[in-house]
């Protein structure tokens, strides 16, 4: 039974946060890409209806497109951490600061949940951000044609507080597994990046309807990654081997 000391755990959070820090390409794209959404989105839609504005009385029709729209804050949960869960081992053994950590007693477990708890909490708070611009702005467009307030609904709660969380660990967790076995920063994120075609598949099928983005499908889903995400917990921490990386990545 794997037994954590949060305290420990957060100590490790809070030095990779400090990291974090100075990695300004991560934190552009950290908070560019949900902006991005924020404002794309709502951006091609009132750009759509201003070419066609017969297409601004379709109504009700258009909301299976604002649901697929939404799925775009679980992308981005899903992308955004690797770059930070990356280079929290890699990079640190390149630049020698990994092995003091390791030396230390605290177990495998606190060492990476920490890390997972750094790569998690600054994209995670950038997309909730995000979110919230982009109800304002959807609601504000599409009120008058809908006749209500489309945003929030229970849809969009299960994506921001059940779906993108669970996919946003299930990133780092790979992305941490595979960073403890690897020497390249670069590889283990082209490595990762494989794991988001899944992502970009299911977003083209709630584009054209094949699984509609509802509250029971999304909750399938989520339990679907809540099982990875606990195996995957359980195997990193099985294969983290600290001996391996002190006497190995010299």
């Not at 601004?56 to 981005?76: C, E, M, R």
């Not at 919230?132 to 006749?147: F, Q």
Request: proline fraction near 5%.
């Amino acid at each position: 039974m794997i037994e954590l000391d949060l305290q420990n755990a957060w100590s490790v959070a809070s030095k990779d946060f400090e990291t974090f820090k100075s990695r300004k390409g991560v934190i552009y794209a950290t908070i560019l890409f949900p902006l991005g959404i924020a404002l794309g989105f709502p951006g091609i839609v009132a750009a759509i209806w201003h070419i066609y504005p017969s297409s601004a009385s379709a109504g009700g029709s258009f909301t299976p497109f604002l649901d697929a729209f939404s799925f775009w804050f679980v992308i981005g949960a899903a992308s955004l951490p690797s770059g930070i869960a990356s280079y929290s081992i890699v990079g640190e053994k390149i630049q020698k600061s990994l092995e003091p950590l390791l030396a230390t007693p605290m177990a495998d477990s606190d060492i990476l949940l920490g890390k997972c708890v750094a790569s998690f909490v600054p994209p995670m708070a950038s997309i909730y951000a995000g979110s919230v611009i982009y109800m304002i702005l959807m609601d504000a467009l599409t009120r008058s044609v809908l006749g209500y307030l489309y945003y929030p609904n229970w849809s969009f709660g299960v994506i921001l507080l059940v779906l993108a969380p669970l996919a946003s660990i299930l990133s780092i967790e790979l992305t941490v597994i595979l960073s403890s076995h690897a020497n390249d920063i670069r590889a283990v994120q082209q490595f990762t990046g494989v794991m988001f075609f899944p992502f970009i598949i299911i977003y083209v099928m709630t584009e054209i309807n094949v699984i509609p983005l509802n509250t029971i499908n999304l909750l399938i889903m989520s339990g679907i990654f809540l099982v990875a995400d606990l195996f995957l917990f359980y195997l990193s921490t099985a294969t983290f081997k600290r001996e391996e990386i002190l006497t190995k990545w010299k």
